[in-house]
C-alpha cells in the first residue's frame, strides 16, 4: 500500500470518526430532549386529572347555583304575585274611601261622624 493510499484512508477514517462523534452528541441531545419531553408529559397528564377534577367540582357548584337560581326565580314570581294582589287590594281600599268621603257630607264636623 501505498504512503497516498494510508493517507487517504487515514483521512476517511477521521472524517468517519468525526461524523460518528457528532451523530453520537446528536443522539445524546435527542434522549435528553426525549427525556424532558417523558416529564413534560408526566406533568401534563397530574395537570389533566387535577383540571377534571376541579372541573368537576366547578359542575357540582353550578348544579347548585342553578338550584338557588331556580328558588330565587320562583320567589320572585310568588313576591310578584303578592305584589299585584296587595296593589288590588290597595286599589279596592282607595275606592272604598272614596266612596265614603262621596256619602258622608264633609260639612260635618270631624267629631260628629260615625265610624262603622
Not at 472524517?15 to 443522539?27: A, G, I, N, V
Not at 389533566?48 to 330565587?72: G, H
Not at 296593589?87 to 262621596?102: G, R, T
Amino acid at each position: 500500500m501505498m504512503y497516498e493510499e494510508g493517507t487517504t484512508i487515514h483521512r476517511s477514517t477521521i472524517e468517519l470518526l468525526d461524523k460518528l462523534d457528532e451523530y453520537l452528541k446528536q443522539r445524546d441531545q435527542y434522549k435528553a430532549e426525549r427525556d424532558t419531553l417523558i416529564d413534560d408529559i408526566a406533568v401534563l397528564k397530574a395537570n389533566i386529572s387535577r383540571l377534571e377534577r376541579e372541573n368537576e367540582k366547578l359542575k357540582e357548584r353550578n348544579y347548585q347555583l342553578a338550584k338557588i337560581n331556580d328558588k330565587l326565580y320562583l320567589n320572585n314570581y310568588n313576591l310578584e304575585q303578592e305584589n299585584e294582589k296587595q296593589l288590588d287590594l290597595l286599589q279596592d281600599f282607595s275606592k272604598f274611601i272614596d266612596y265614603k268621603l262621596e256619602v258622608i257630607p264633609l260639612t260635618l264636623p270631624i267629631n260628629t261622624i260615625e265610624v262603622n
